[in-house]
């Protein structure tokens, strides 16, 4: 039985001010049935321990390497160091504002385990892929590129965004995310056995509070990575409170 995660990205929004919005966040302490997750600007992580509670920390990216002459990267080693549980890999913000290929999210994913991290690796196609019928072979294809050998349900995340719906406000209809989480389930058996089946596969693109059970309810969808309604308390508490429901079903 997998856990359900309720999996926030901030993005490159949040400075000491935004600490609150992870306190508040925690004040829905304990949440049996359901993880948080919070993935914030390397800069808040080690101040936001302090106040997370049950909510588990998260970067955003790491490099390939533990550590070395590369300016302006940070290794899961140091993610590790400040505190981190997670990391988000492969988002396709990274893949197309610099190039990151899946052989580069691969070997990102094997030093993100080699130093304790759960990798949360990212996979969606793009409006134009969806339209030509596409959809399952672009993320298929990623899936298998990005994903090392050895995965397994403590050490990978799955997260299911069609590009288009990132930041849109649109979303696919329940039944093509229905679709796409049903092949990624069986993606992932095909390849890592029942190790595979322990991975939680999260769905990405615009959720909000208004949308979430519906999502939720969606077979195979183990949580959701939520971008701009995990900024604020007020909005990914009920997305959390919706989740916690589709536990207990
Ligand atoms: P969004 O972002 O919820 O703002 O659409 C999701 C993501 O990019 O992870």
């Known amino acids: 039985m997998r856990r359900k995660l309720a999996a926030g990205n901030w993005k490159m929004f949040g400075t000491t001010a935004s600490l609150g919005e992870i ?3 925690a004040g829905a302490c304990p949440t049996p049935g359901v993880d948080i997750l919070v993935c914030l600007p390397a800069t ?3 101040r936001a321990q302090a106040v997370a509670g049950c909510v588990a920390l998260g970067g955003q ?3 390939a390497h533990g550590e070395g002459a590369h300016t302006g990267d940070i290794s899961a080693p140091m993610l590790i160091d400040a505190g981190a549980s997670h990391v988000i890999l492969g988002h396709s913000e990274r893949r197309s ?4 290929s899946d052989e580069t999210v691969a070997a990102k994913a094997l030093s ?3 130093a304790g991290l759960t990798a949360v690796i990212c996979v969606g196609e793009t409006l134009e892929q969806r339209q030509s019928g596409d959809a399952l072979a672009v993320v298929g294809g990623q899936l298998a590129g990005s994903i090392p050998d050895g995965a397994s349900g403590a050490n990978t995340v799955v997260a299911y965004e069609p590009v288009w719906a990132i930041g849109t406000g649109l979303t696919p209809s329940v039944e093509e995310i229905g679709e796409m989480h049903g092949f990624i389930r069986r993606a992932l058996r095909e390849r890592f056995g029942t190790e595979g089946d322990a991975i939680r596969v999260l769905y990405g693109g615009s959720v909000k509070p208004a949308n979430a059970a519906d999502i939720f309810a969606v077979p195979d969808v183990d949580g959701a990575l939520v971008g701009g309604a995990s900024l604020k308390a007020a909005d990914f508490l009920p997305i959390v409170r919706a989740l916690e429901g589709a536990a207990g079903q």
């Open 61 to 63: 990216d790491c490099h």
């Open 112 to 114: 993100a385990r080699a």
């Open 44 to 46: 808040l992580i080690s």
């Open 97 to 100: 504002d610099y190039r990151e």
């Open 23 to 25: 306190a508040a966040i």
